[in-house]
């Protein structure tokens, strides 16, 4: 079994940070108040049919409050949960944050890592709101030319540049998929995207949607070799959650027999299947989403915590005696 961080059996992402930074860094969630070309009309109106933005947003991070006092309520509210941190992310996530001109967006970045206790950023979008010159001013904030005079001591070390991860939407390998689910743009457009900006040594993420309409087990399953072509960082799984008042939530009322629902044990299961058949070297940032109870017509996992979630692989993994990889 490969050495991964933590004595795990998969390749955790806080691990990853632990051994490269030499302590946690906390993401705090910052609402930019972007858009997204999906609603605007750019690409489509309405949406992707599962989104409702608001089921993911911590409550002291919104639209229109100053970046720098949402990070400072942020690290209010992790100090509770993590007493240990002493640097954290500004998480971009809401909508698609490279979505403007990059004038806006050097100035939003920058404002974020002018913070004190913040040691980078990272940056969720969607594969077709970024170009050329914004990775490229991206590369050059990873190589510590684009804030002079920019530094923080992580894990006993001072560095000269922020961290810096570019996390995609990318949700489903599958062109049906993602014209069923109105995303707006192919696999292709996220591989290139994900080319793009890992060439340029910006760590690259992505995110993806598990139980999507129309997508068998098997198909999930297969989808592992797609994912593990691309030259990721790291990688954040969901399972779908049906939110209230969303495009799906009236698709699945009509079509209930085109989605995968997993019990929570079926699941386990499943991403134990899934870890075998992943690179061991894609780090794993999550595997399981929360959504408060209220945005969804039903808990069939009842209210359980990602932490518990955590130990349940842990277990599972345990007592099949596999890991990460197992089956490359």
């Not at 933590?6 to 946690?24: A, L, M, P």
């Not at 599962?50 to 002291?60: G, I, L, M, S």
């Not at 489903?172 to 994900?194: E, M, P, Q």
Request: aromatic residues 10%; contains cysteine.
């Amino acid at each position: 079994m490969p050495g991964f961080p933590d004595g795990r059996r998969y390749n955790s992402f806080v691990g990853y940070f632990r051994k490269t930074y030499g302590e946690r860094l906390q993401k705090i969630v910052i609402d930019a108040g972007f858009t997204c070309p999906n609603r605007d009309g750019t690409v489509g109106r309405g949406g992707c049919t599962y989104c409702d933005n608001a089921a993911f947003h911590p409550a002291y991070s919104s639209a229109g409050k100053p970046i720098r006092e949402q990070i400072d309520e942020g690290i209010g509210f992790h100090k509770v949960r993590y007493r240990n941190a002493s640097h954290y992310l500004a998480y971009f996530q809401s909508y698609s944050n490279t979505y403007a001109p990059l004038g806006r967006l050097r100035s939003l970045y920058a404002e974020a890592l002018s913070h004190p206790q913040v040691a980078g950023i990272v940056i969720g979008t969607r594969p077709d709101c970024v170009d050329e010159e914004k990775l490229d001013w991206l590369s050059s904030l990873v190589r510590g030319e684009a804030l002079p005079g920019w530094s923080r001591t992580v894990g006993g070390v001072e560095r000269k540049a922020p961290v810096v991860i570019v996390e995609y939407g990318i949700e489903s390998c599958y062109d049906s998929t993602l014209s069923r689910i109105n995303r707006g743009h192919d696999f292709a457009c996220a591989r290139k995207a994900v080319e793009l900006t890992a060439g340029r040594g910006i760590d690259t993420g992505a995110h993806f949607i598990l139980g999507l309409p129309g997508e068998s087990v098997e198909m999930m399953l297969e989808e592992t070799a797609l994912v593990n072509e691309l030259p990721l960082r790291s990688v954040k799984f969901h399972q779908l959650q049906i939110v209230k008042g969303t495009r799906m939530e009236k698709e699945f009322a009509v079509h209930p027999e085109d989605f995968v629902k997993f019990t929570l044990d079926g699941y386990i299961d499943f991403f134990a299947d899934m870890l075998e058949r992943l690179r061991p070297d894609l780090y794993i940032e999550r595997f399981a989403g929360e959504v408060p109870p209220r945005f969804v017509n039903d808990t069939p996992w009842g209210l359980i915590r990602n932490t518990e979630l955590l130990r349940l692989l842990e277990e599972r993994l345990e007592e099949r005696d596999t890991w990460q990889g197992r089956l490359l």
